[in-house]
């Protein structure tokens, strides 16, 4: 990840304003504000105007959404804590759009400061030579957005700045202010500066930040700038009994203003939401398919076999989604079927390859297929109750029980699977199956239908053999 984040635009970006310079500024009745203020007062617009300033999360509405709210509108800077994968730099990037559009800097500056308010000497020169025809340009709120991964590596250079030895070779003096190369904090005047796994830094790093954070000032080798930074400091950070990579040091914790913790969804339907927002899928993943990926996640986490200090991360339901779909247009393409769509049968292809993204308890290691299969089949068997009660099943269990096999498995296509299913007379049930699914082609009615049989399965109404890539039930 670069240290410079440009997060997605939301809406279509508008072209700036033609102002160009400092009396024009004026003249058109602008005022400066600060960014806390300019966020507070962007929020409180959303707000009373019922628009969600938060796009694209979902299960914090109720829990960390109105405590970071709050602390945006207090003017706090923020820490975020949660385990991986709970949508933390997702939240710190959503900052971006309670930002103005469009905002006006001096040309040329390298901190983007305001034309009204210049904090450099070279700005201030500038501003006092050329009065109102001090040529201003517009910023993106894109680009008032800086984020850095924290790493062992990182020096207070990176951060805060340091003497720059080509301005000192062209001749400027080595107490010049001008000699400084500014770093990432100082260059996010009036923005956002987000700190990804903050207890990462070094704690002699994190003391670099103790004076950006309550006095607004840098000290550089010896250097004290009295820069009235404006800036809004927010950080995400894993439990520290968990990494124990390191820790936020006291003094540091002590001046964020607000410390908020993060925390996967608790509903399902915010699960499938995030699975199927995020999740690049490759063939059709049914709704139903996607619940059980939901389910199984959830249940990875509530297992007492599972370290819930490391968590199971939002993107192991993304990435099992994702397997999913490519196991089920792999079966397409060497088939030939004219829809790929998910069928049970391709849940089995995640459980192979994502094994390796949860951590077990001591004494737990090397039964990861055992565990996660077994949460599979409960997540299996509480969606085909949840998706088919009411539909009764009972002549397919009749059929079957009369010796009738269905046979499917990874390279069985749906057509094939399809016909290979008992005639039940009269029946209808297959439809009623297709329809409680809103199966449309064949390829989604297979994935119906095979649901309900694992389902039958797992209620121990019927059997199943399985073996060589195929299964059969019988």
């Known amino acids: 990840m670069s240290d410079l984040t440009v997060p997605a635009a939301t809406t279509p970006r508008t072209s700036p304003p033609s102002i160009a310079t400092a009396g024009e500024l004026r003249a058109s009745g602008h005022t400066a504000r600060g960014v806390h203020t300019e966020i507070r007062e962007n929020l409180l617009t959303a707000l009373r105007e019922g628009r969600d300033p938060w796009p694209g999360l979902h299960g914090f509405g109720r829990t960390v959404v109105p405590q970071l709210e709050r602390a945006l509108i207090a003017g706090h800077d923020v820490v975020l804590l ?6 933390k730099t997702r ?19 390298d901190l983007g400061e305001h034309p009204f308010e210049p904090i450099t000497t070279e ?28 790493t062992p590596d990182t020096s207070v250079a990176d951060l805060i700045g340091d003497v720059d030895p080509m301005r000192v070779a062209e001749g400027r003096r080595l107490g010049d202010p001008e000699t400084i190369h500014f770093g990432l904090v100082p260059r ?3 923005g956002i500066v987000a700190i990804n796994e903050l207890p990462d830094l070094a704690e002699r790093i994190q003391v670099a930040m103790l004076n950006v954070m309550e006095e607004r000032d840098v000290q550089i080798r010896g250097y004290v700038l009295r820069l009235p930074l404006d800036v809004l400091v927010v950080a995400s950070a894993n439990p520290e009994d968990y990494t124990n990579r390191g820790r936020i040091i006291t003094p540091l914790k002590d001046r964020f203003g607000a410390e908020i913790r993060t925390h996967y969804p608790h509903e399902l339907d915010a699960e499938v939401a995030v699975i199927r927002q995020e999740a690049d899928l490759v063939a059709t993943v049914p709704d139903a398919l996607v619940e059980i990926v939901a389910r199984f996640t959830r249940g990875l986490r509530g297992s007492s076999s599972v370290d819930q200090r490391s968590g199971v991360s939002a993107r192991f339901a993304i990435a099992a989604a994702e397997t999913v779909a490519a196991a089920a247009l792999h079966r397409a393409t060497t088939q030939g079927e004219e829809h790929a769509v998910a069928r049970v049968v391709d849940l089995e292809a995640a459980l192979d390859v994502l094994r390796g993204k949860v951590e077990l308890e001591t004494g737990e290691e090397g039964r990861e297929r055992e565990i996660l299969g077994h949460l599979l089949r409960t997540a299996t068997a509480e969606t085909a109750r949840a998706r088919l009660g009411g539909v009764d099943l009972a002549l397919l269990v009749e059929a079957i029980e009369d010796g009738a096999l269905v046979t499917t498995g990874e390279q069985v296509s749906a057509r094939v699977f399809l016909d290979a299913l ?3 007379g009269e029946s209808d049930l297959y439809d009623a199956v297709a329809e409680r699914f809103g199966a449309t082609n064949e390829g989604e009615r297979a994935s119906a239908v095979e649901l309900a049989l694992e389902g039958l399965y797992l209620a121990r109404r019927i059997s199943k053999d399985s073996g060589d890539g ?4 019988g």
Do not use: C, F, M, N
Not at 91 to 109: K, Q
Not at 123 to 146: F, I, K, M, N, T
């Open 82 to 87: 949660g385990e991986r994968g709970q949508g």
């Open 91 to 109: 939240l710190l990037r959503s900052l971006v759009g309670l930002l103005d559009e469009w905002t006006p800097v001096i040309d040329g500056s």
């Open 123 to 150: 700005s201030r020169r500038r501003a006092d030579e050329l009065g109102d025809a001090l040529p201003v340009a517009w910023r993106h709120r894109d680009e008032r957005y800086a984020e850095k991964l924290a």
């Open 188 to 190: 996010s005047h009036r």
């Open 422 to 424: 008992p005639v039940l």
């Open 470 to 473: 195929e299964t059969v039930y």
